[in-house]
Each structure stands twice: as structure tokens, then as C-alpha cells.
């Protein structure tokens, strides 16, 4: 093809070819083409993980709005229903609970049906999944189907149900990812990596979070707080790129479907930004936060009860047991039946949807004093522009509502709960946050009805800002986490009440934190996942324990040279899944360590070489290929325990052997670390 | 003491005790001692630490206000001197000039002749700390003074020299940290623990920069990048809590100082919240931060090889090595020169303090349109209301004064930043960048002055938004951190540009970190400070590289068989700090470590026992008290790259014995990590 059509004639009489036509400037291309050369080699320098980490946070924002999307219609289909249905009570009761209640038991028998794991939220899991426990299928595939159908559904109950998005959004981002890094390192031909796939599923968490609530910064550091106890930069700059992606490809959706005109925050607030607050509502802010600590620790002791209680009474566990749709209808029932607006229902604000609470809650306008002279009606329809008249009755008023659902939702959140369907639980903890805060704001804007007056200034008090510090201070309790308080900013667009929305969130946290589990860890013991504690003791003395004081010193080691039927009795008569190998029985030189499932297959295969009057010994099987693992870590006797909690944390191991000059003398695991963290924390008495 | 007095006789005929009296409900008074018991124990088990946190916070507090309060003085005294002298040309140019040389030649001569440590930001050497160097005496208290005083002096210099307040403050907090630390341990009789402190002093580097900026999240996250490379959740809390004590004292102070009503951010913008942008902007955000990517690579590399010919060059080097003072005065007169008002400086805003350049670079308004038809004439005294006068030239335009300021202040950064004397950079990076930023804002504004119609509603353009994200980008890009975009919110008291901000800064940092080491990194490699680099290349191949292909075989072993005059040839041929014990000549299992420094302490103090015909042997020191260390972590030939890089990082330690079935078969330290890290990142050519 180098002449192939000579089309004019050049100055010099020679045929001119197409070559030479396109390419008048070699020099010029040749630059050019190194230019491009270059670029494309700095790009992929960069490396593939971004554009993985691109793939997942646009594939998730894609997801996320889809789903947003379908539930909103389903939720509009619903309320056509319940208003066009006629004014007979009943019609519309039946109206207002059919749908709560098909759907949950459609979700939880859908979801339950193809697979177990899909109840719940799914971060407790992810959390012992990261820690590095293999949870088998967890993670695969075939859940993710069944858990966006039964979110999807679970959602469409909306404010009825009152349950959330996160969680089981974070687990499927983590499925994705998954299942991408799969398809990716086949496509490459490379064998997978643990530390590799964790580096992305760490990643993927911050993205799950960030394409719910549109909140790239609180999205990665919340995923950081909840999932793990060390995290390294360069997963937290990954987890940002991922969840900025996701985060935009999100709000951009909602942009482009003419939801708003261009990028805003979720539940933008309108607070005076001037003098948002007065310096000496610092303290009521800080009382918020302590409030909400208290509550926050009753709240996780009566779920955890309240759980356990019916996993262990007969008639509960049995219905859980056979027939998990039924009870999902049976609670689903009495849910809907308490909520049904001209019920019970007229006094908690019953017809908002759960995004309608928090943009009322987080209203800027304090409506003690807008009802102290005058009582709006109760519309019989909502009233879009003016959702706060949902939370007001004529006896009650706007404290008796506020306060009737807090009391209401305690109870209907906890049982909300126990129903096996894929569920996130952050969504309405922050929404009875809020309210927690708005009860507060609104008794404060009352007792100080002219606002605290500092400098000559008069500056009413804006309950939404107490909204915002309760809603941040008992989510982060409830999940033991800070990082709450920036998710209420970049929720509600605006950062005015910066400092005490964060130190409500510190107290809330101080007093959750030594009185409570946190919700996951919480989850994790009810559920009998494996975990390891954190050291919460600082103590400088707790520096001073080392391995010595706590390892397991009755370890069974396999010698080369243990004969046959030694191995055979050491391997029926223990259970570990992993044996250290020494070097001979005499000098217990540790040299690997051999899988229990290997060692039994290669005990029932029958050795090879058999030579009569030779005793068969483990080494024999080594030689016939039986793969033994190298050690890659070992512990001394003298590692301190605050070194080897540090390891086992960062690089997800469960358990290691402990070496004093070579010689394998004990193992250290997760039971071992356990007991020595709860005996710096609280010494045993002193015999 | 037990009946003391019998005041009065009771009903029963038999005289009250004074005890009695006093305690009438001794069930009562037993509850509630019960109770104060328990909350004393309650709050002390939260931990001293705390305690030592709040007082860090408050402290630091204090000192960064009374600077602030100290520089404003001096700053005042200088304006009103040059205000006041005349109109002679040459009285007012040296009423500039003299202060401003006078302070740096000061700040440069009394920091330097107390302690060498005192010059520049610290955070490259407070980094190298944090990873496990020791670096003598850097942390030392008698540092304090002279780093405050040469601070104040460098402050009080204000917009002429441009330099800031943030490295300085970190490294006084961290010393601060430090001597509490030792203090404490004094007090309560603990021995120092190293893990210990280095917790302490992570916390404390989030204290400095969240009380110079008011900003408790970004001083946290801005820490952890910079400082770190790993973190744990926990130390993340610690920080947190101790930089909301910081902050919020900070911001106290300046409401007790009536020079604000109530707590409010630094550099509040006013900002339009309900369309801040158009969805169309997003793309010149992310442009704005390639641009600015690419400018710090260009500052980055200029500042690096600047720094180096200044330490190379024969004159200069004299100079700095005899005379720093002149050095310093001479630096000081050409910037002051250029800075003078009625001359060049007329052309770049320098009668602006450096608050203010932020306040009026952050302005809601275009200057390019509210100059397009009407000048505004040129203030003889600074217009406090319309700072962006400043900006304004008539025949050099805006356009024209912020270019020309780029360009100037470009040269004049690095020509400060090689004053040798206590200094922050990152402010006057940050300012930088929100010049850059507010020249394309202008730029676009003037470009599309009926602003980008979206959806049929009209929105002008707001450089002061582009000007926000330029100073995040720009600050991002040279400290490779992407907390820069949350300061920026917290600095503003805005949060509305969450998302460009965001992609402004991952595309800067995505330019910078492809191309340039940070400037805290090029800093540590120009000042030969020992560092341990990322591992960039996330590979998976690259998760197989093991420790036993780089690990530095070439080790001399001391056994304890080994006869001493050999051990007197191994420690004068070798310089190592340290040596592997192993057991025998034969045997070469690892027992521990000696110090070379013990060694030869024990070497040159003749042996007790001197028994002829028997050769001394490294056994007979060992028994006559020469201390020995045992080995806490070490090493397998099958440790993978990344693990070991985990734990060099994790645990700050220099280097590891690597141990196969007991022997020692080498060491890692971080010569070998690095040399396996530019192996895996830039594959060597094959051979």
C-alpha cells in the first residue's frame, strides 16, 4: 500500500503518493506523534486503577439515580392512589397499607430467596470482609440482583417503612467492584491479588456513600471511619477520586432529568449566614450533642436487646426461620396502620416523605414563634411550599408532634429493623436526629423569643441550625463516627455552624463511644461475626504488654520428620486450619505452614514410593508435592502488643506464629488479642 | 474526730455529733458519693490523654492569638508611620523599606544565633521525625522562643516579604507537644514510650494548622496528608478533638477581642447560594485546575533548583554560611523595593495586607464588568469598604495588575523562601492560587458577560468563585494534598462550590504528583533528609516482588562464639549502628541486637574475668552486662514488597533483619525499600 494511487503530479514531474501527500512535514508528525506517544504513556502511567476507579463511581451514580428514579414513580403512583381513592376510611387505609405491606414482603421474600446475605444493611459484613475474613459468596454477583430489586422496593414503602439507601448501597458498590476487579485482572491475564482486591473495595466503600448523599469529602471519610481502624493516603486519594466521580455523574443525572438547574447540595438550607448563631448558644449546641449521646446510647441498647430477643424467643425466630415474608407483612402492617395520616399519623407528620422531613426539620424559620399568635390549618393535602405545617396540631402543638415522634420512631425504627430485607438503618437515625435537634431549637427559640442579644445585635435563634448539630451529633453517635458533621454541611450546602455542629458531634460521640458499641459493631455481635476490638486503652503501662504475656503457647507443630501416623492423629485430633511446619521434632525450627485441607488430601492419596522397612514420614509427603506456604510474618516474644494489634490491622491478618530464635514457640490470633485488649482495658483484680 | 462537739441533744435525750448533724441521709449521701465516684471514673477512663489534648488546643490558641495580636500592632505602627511622614518620596520609601528589612535581619539573626533549627517551615523535618528519624534536639523547648519571636518578627513584615504563619505554628505545636509530653510522663513516673509520643505529636501538627486557620476538618485531613503516610482511625479522633479545642479558643478569643460578633470563618465570602454556577462552568473549573497543576510543576521545579544554586553558588553560599542577617536584609530591600506603592508596586495590589488580598481576590463581584464602562480612580489611602480598588489600574486594566502580580510575586516567593528564618509557605501559595483562579474568572466573566443561560434563567459568573477554587487547586498542587478544597470552604464559611472545587483540585493534583515531588518532599531531598518514597506503582505485578530479591545480603553477624578480637575488627571495619546477635558461628539463629555504641563501651572496659589459656569470646561481654536487644519484628525472605513497605511505614522503623528458619540472612532498610521501589515504578531496561 506504500503507492498506491499517484493523483497529481508534483513540481519535479514525479507522480506525487498519497504518503508524501499527507505527510508534508515529517519532522513536524514525527514530533507530534512522540507528543502523543508521550501523553498517551503518562496517562496510563497514572495507571489503570483510576480509570476502574471512574468506571465504578459513574456505573454507581448510574445506578443510584436509576433506582431514585423508579421508587419516585413508584412513590407518585402511590400517593395518586391514596388521594384519588375517595374520602371512605377504610378504602383509604386499606389504600395507605396494602402498598407498605406488598411491597416488603415482596422484598424480603424476593431478596431472602436467592440469597441470605441480602438482608440487612451489608457494611457490618463488609467491615469483618475487610478485616480480612473471607465471608464465601458475600460478595458475589448473584446477590447484586436481588439486593436492587428488594432496595428498590424497600425505598418505594418511603417514609411508611422509614428505612434508608446507604448500606446496602455501599455493599453493592463493593459487589461491583468485585466483580469488576475480577473481570479485570482476567482480561489482563494477571492472578488475583488480596491486598489489591482490598485496596478496591476500601475505595469502593467511600463511593457507595458518596452516590447516595452526593457527598464526595463525607462519603470517603465516612466509609473510612466505619469500615476500618488504619487506612494508608493513598486509598483515601483514590477514595476521593472515585467518589467525585460518582458524586458528579449523580447531581449531573438530576441536572440533565431537569430535576434543578445545576449542581446543588441534596438539602440545601437557607440560614441567615451573617450571624448564624449567638456565642452563647455554643452551650445549648453542646447540650444538643450531649442529649442526643444519651439518647443515642439507649437507642443501640434497646436495638440490640430488641434484636437478640427475636432471634431467641420461640414464636419470632420460628416465623423468622420458615416463613421470613410473613413477619416482614405482619411488621410492615403495624407500621403503615400507625402511620395512616388521619390516624395516629396526623401527629407525626406522617404524609412527608423522608426527604420532605429533613427539608422541613432543616427549615430556617422558628415555628413556635410563627404559631405562638396564630394555628395554621391542617391542609388536606400536602402543602409543598409549606411542609412544616405537617408537624403543627392545634392541642398539640408543634413540641407534642416533635416529641410524639421522636417517641413513636424510637420503637417503630427498632422494630423496622429486625425485618430481613435489604435495608439501610443511617437515613432514619439522622432524620430522628434532627428532630431531636429541631425539638430543642424550637423550646430554645421560645424561651428566647427576642434571640440572644450580644453586641446590640438582636439575632434570633434559627432552630434548623439545632436540626442540623442533632441530626450530625446522633448519627455520629449511633455509628461512632465524626464525620457526620461534614456530611451535614455538604448535605445542606452551607458550613455556617462549622464549629458547633462539630463539637455536639464530639460529645455525642465521647458519651456513645465509652457506654455503647457503635450500630455496626453492635450488629456484628448480635450477628457472631468475627471482629477485633480496638485498644482503647492509651495507657502508657499498656505499651509495656508484649506477646509473650498473651500468646497460645499450646501449638501442635508437624516435624519433617513426624511419622505418618503421627500426622494422622494430630490431624483428626485437632481442628486448626493451618499447621506450623518445623524443621525436625529436636529443633522446632519453624519453616512454613501446611493447609489442614491439603495435608488431608494428601494423607488419603497413597504415597507413591512405598519401601518396606522405611517409616513414612510428613517429609515424604512434601516430596510428593504437597505445597507448603512460606512464612511471610512472624511475631517474637517480645513484639508489644500494641505493635501486633497494629499489624494484624493493617495488613488483615487473623492469626500468626510466634518465632524466639527460630524456634516456632506459640501463635497469636484474634481470641489471643482479644483477651489481652479486654485485659488492658480493664485489669484483672490482683489475686 | 469522731464526736467532736455535741452541739445539741436530740430527740432521743442523747447529744448530736457534728457528723450526724451534717449527714442526716446517709443512704443518700452514699448514692451520690457512688455516683461522683463514677463519674470521676467515667471521665478519667475516657482517658488523660484528653485532657493533654484540650490543654495542647487551648494553649496553642492563645499563643497563635496574642502573635496575631502582637503582629496587628506592629503592622498598624508601620502603616500609620508611613501615612503620616510626608510626601517626600524618598521619607516614604525608606519608611517602607526600613521596617521590613529591619524585622527580617532581626527575625533571621536572632532565630539562627539560638538555635540552627529555626529557619523555614519545619514540616519537611517535623515529617522526617514522624516517620521514626530522630533528629537531635529539633524538637527541643529552648527552640520555642526563638521560633516565636523570629515568627512574629516575619509576620510583622506582613504583604512585603509575603510569607505566612502555618509550617512555623505546626513545628511550635509539635515542640510544645513534646515538652508536655515529657513533662507528664515526669509527673506521673512512667518511663517515655515512643509510640506513645509519636501519637501525641500526629495530634498536635492538627492542632497548628486548625489554629492558624480556624478550620478544625481541614487541619486534620491537611496534617494527615502531609505529615503521613498511614493513620489510624483513632489518632484521626484524637486529632480532631484536640483541633475543635484549638479552633473553637481561636475564634473565642477574637469574639473577646470585639473584633467580630460571633464565631464566624476567616475569610467569609458572600457568595450567591442558589445558582452559585452553571452546570457549563464545571468544565473551566477543571481547566482552572490543570492550569494550575501545571504552574506548580513550573513553581515546584524553579523553587527547587533555585534553592540549590543558592546553596551551590560560591557567593551566596558564603554569604549564608557567614552572615545571614545580610542575607536576609539584603532579600528583604529588593522586595521591599519592588513592593513600594507609589512605584511598581502600584501595579500589584501591595498596599493590601495578605488577609486582605485574600478578602478582595474572593469578592462576588466581577471587577471586569464594573470596570467596563466607568474607572474607579486610585485611592490615595487603602479604601477599607472597596479593597479590589487596589487591583485596578487604568491603562493596565485588572487584567493586567493580577497578571503582572502573578509574574512578580512568582520570583519573589522563591527569592523569600531562601531567607533563612522561621516562615510559613503555605499561605502565600494559597494566595497565589486565588490570583490564578481570579484571573480566569475574570477573564470568563468578561468573556461571557450576560453570563451562561441555562434553563432560562440568567446567571452571572462569579470570579470570586473561580478564585476559591484556584487557591485550592494551586495550595493542593504544590503540598500534593487534597484537604486544600475542604480548607477553602471552611476559610470562605461557603460550601457551595463543593464539587468544581473538588475537581479542580484531583485535576491539579493529578499534574503536580505525575510530575514534581511535593514542596515538603523537594524541600527533605534538597536538605538531605533521609525519607522513605510511595510505592507508587500499584501493579499487580508489583505485589510480587519479595523481600528476599532486594534485601541486602551482605551483613556481619556477631556470634556469641565469635572470639573478640574478631569482634574489635567487625566494629572498627564497619559503621553500622547496630549488629545482628546470632548464636554460633554455625548456627547463625538470630538472638538480638547490639549496639555498636555498647559495644565499644564494653570493649574498652577490660573484662573482670581474665582466665589464661581460655579466649575471650562476644559471650563474656554478654555475661559482664553488655545490654542486648531482643529483636520485636523481623523480616521472611517471602515478605512481600508492599507488606514490608506497610510496615516500615506503619511503625516508623529504619530498618529489619530478615530471618529465614531462624538464620539471618539479611536486613532491609531503606536504602534497599527505596532502590526495590524505583525498580518496580521504573523497570530497569533487560539486559
Excluded at 482 to 499: C, D, K
Amino acid at each position: 500500500m506504500e503507492e498506491l494511487i499517484g493523483l497529481r503530479e508534483g513540481s519535479s514531474g514525479k507522480p506525487v503518493t498519497l504518503q508524501e501527500l499527507w505527510g508534508p512535514c515529517p519532522h513536524l508528525r514525527r514530533t507530534i506523534r512522540g507528543g502523543l506517544e508521550w501523553l498517551k504513556q503518562k496517562l496510563f502511567r497514572v495507571g489503570e486503577d483510576w480509570y476502574f476507579l471512574m468506571t465504578l463511581g459513574v456505573l454507581m451514580a448510574l445506578i443510584s439515580f436509576a433506582m431514585s428514579f423508579a421508587v419516585g414513580r413508584v412513590v407518585r403512583a402511590h400517593n395518586w392512589l391514596y388521594r384519588e381513592i375517595g374520602d371512605s376510611h377504610l378504602l383509604r387505609y386499606l389504600s395507605w397499607m396494602v402498598y407498605p405491606v406488598a411491597l416488603v414482603s415482596f422484598s424480603s421474600g424476593f431478596s431472602q430467596s436467592i440469597t441470605p446475605f441480602s438482608g440487612g444493611s451489608g457494611i457490618p459484613e463488609l467491615k469483618t470482609i475487610l478485616s480480612g475474613v473471607v465471608l464465601e459468596d458475600y460478595l458475589d454477583i448473584k446477590n447484586f440482583g436481588a439486593k436492587v430489586v428488594g432496595l428498590t422496593c424497600t425505598l418505594a414503602t418511603g417514609s411508611t417503612i422509614f428505612l434508608g439507601k446507604v448500606g446496602p448501597f455501599v455493599h453493592l458498590t463493593v459487589m461491583i467492584a468485585a466483580y469488576l476487579g475480577r473481570v479485570r485482572t482476567k482480561a489482563i491475564g494477571e492472578t488475583e491479588n488480596k491486598i489489591k482486591q482490598n485496596e478496591m473495595l476500601v475505595a469502593a466503600a467511600a463511593v457507595g456513600v458518596a452516590t447516595v448523599f452526593a457527598a464526595p469529602f463525607s462519603g470517603v471519610l465516612f466509609s473510612i471511619e466505619v469500615m476500618s481502624s488504619h487506612f494508608s493516603v493513598w486509598d483515601y486519594w483514590r477514595g476521593f477520586f472515585a467518589a467525585t466521580c460518582g458524586a458528579f455523574m449523580f447531581r449531573l443525572l438530576a441536572v440533565f432529568n431537569s430535576e434543578q438547574e445545576t449542581i446543588t447540595s441534596l438539602y440545601k438550607t437557607n440560614f441567615r449566614a451573617d450571624v448564624p448563631f449567638d456565642l452563647p448558644e455554643i452551650f445549648f449546641f453542646v447540650a444538643v450533642g450531649a442529649i442526643c449521646g444519651i439518647l443515642s446510647c439507649a437507642y443501640l441498647f434497646c436495638q440490640r436487646t430488641f434484636l437478640t430477643f427475636v432471634k431467641t424467643n420461640p414464636l419470632t425466630s420460628k416465623l423468622l426461620a420458615t416463613s421470613k415474608p410473613l413477619y416482614s407483612a405482619l411488621a410492615a402492617l403495624v407500621l403503615a396502620s400507625i402511620t395512616y395520616p388521619p390516624g395516629v399519623g396526623r401527629f407525626m407528620a406522617s404524609r412527608l416523605s423522608m426527604k420532605q422531613h429533613l427539608d422541613s426539620l432543616f427549615d430556617n424559620n422558628s415555628w413556635a414563634l410563627m404559631t405562638r399568635n396564630s394555628s395554621p390549618p391542617w391542609p388536606k393535602e400536602l402543602d409543598p411550599q409549606n411542609l412544616w405545617f405537617e408537624w403543627y396540631h392545634p392541642q398539640f402543638t408543634i413540641f407534642g408532634t416533635l416529641a410524639f415522634f421522636l417517641v413513636m420512631k424510637f420503637w417503630m425504627l427498632i422494630l423496622a429493623t429486625t425485618i430481613p430485607m435489604p435495608a439501610g438503618y443511617f437515613m432514619p437515625i439522622f432524620i430522628f436526629g434532627a428532630a431531636i435537634g429541631r425539638l430543642i431549637g424550637e423550646a430554645l427559640s421560645l424561651a428566647f423569643p427576642e434571640g440572644i442579644v450580644a453586641g446590640g445585635v438582636v439575632n434570633p435563634i434559627m432552630p434548623g441550625g439545632y436540626a442540623v448539630a442533632g441530626a450530625a451529633a446522633f448519627s455520629g453517635a449511633v455509628t461512632h463516627t465524626i464525620s457526620t458533621a461534614l456530611l451535614a454541611f455538604e448535605l445542606t450546602g452551607q458550613i455556617v455552624h462549622a464549629l458547633p455542629v462539630l463539637m455536639a458531634v464530639l460529645m455525642a460521640n465521647a458519651i456513645a463511644q465509652s457506654c455503647q458499641p457503635s450500630f455496626y459493631d453492635g450488629t456484628i455481635i448480635v450477628k457472631k461475626l468475627p471482629y477485633l476490638p480496638w485498644i482503647r486503652c492509651r495507657k502508657i503501662s499498656s505499651h509495656r504488654v508484649i506477646v509473650e504475656h498473651f500468646m497460645n503457647r499450646a501449638i501442635t507443630t508437624l516435624a519433617k520428620d513426624t511419622p505418618l501416623e503421627e500426622v494422622v492423629k494430630v490431624v483428626t485430633s485437632t481442628d486448626s486450619a493451618e499447621y506450623p511446619l518445623v524443621e525436625s521434632t529436636e529443633s522446632q525450627i519453624l519453616v512454613g505452614t501446611m493447609q489442614r485441607a491439603h495435608l488431608v488430601q494428601a494423607l488419603q492419596v497413597e504415597p507413591p514410593s512405598w519401601a518396606p522397612g522405611h517409616q513414612q514420614c510428613l517429609q515424604d509427603i512434601l516430596a510428593g508435592g504437597c505445597p507448603m506456604e512460606p512464612v511471610t510474618l512472624q511475631l517474637s516474644p517480645e513484639t508489644s502488643l500494641h505493635q501486633a494489634h497494629n499489624l494484624f490491622e493493617l495488613l488483615n491478618i487473623q492469626s500468626l506464629f510466634v518465632t524466639s530464635r527460630g524456634r516456632a514457640v506459640g501463635s497469636v490470633s484474634w481470641v489471643e488479642l482479644k483477651k489481652a485488649i479486654s485485659n488492658v482495658t480493664n485489669p484483672p483484680a490482683p489475686k
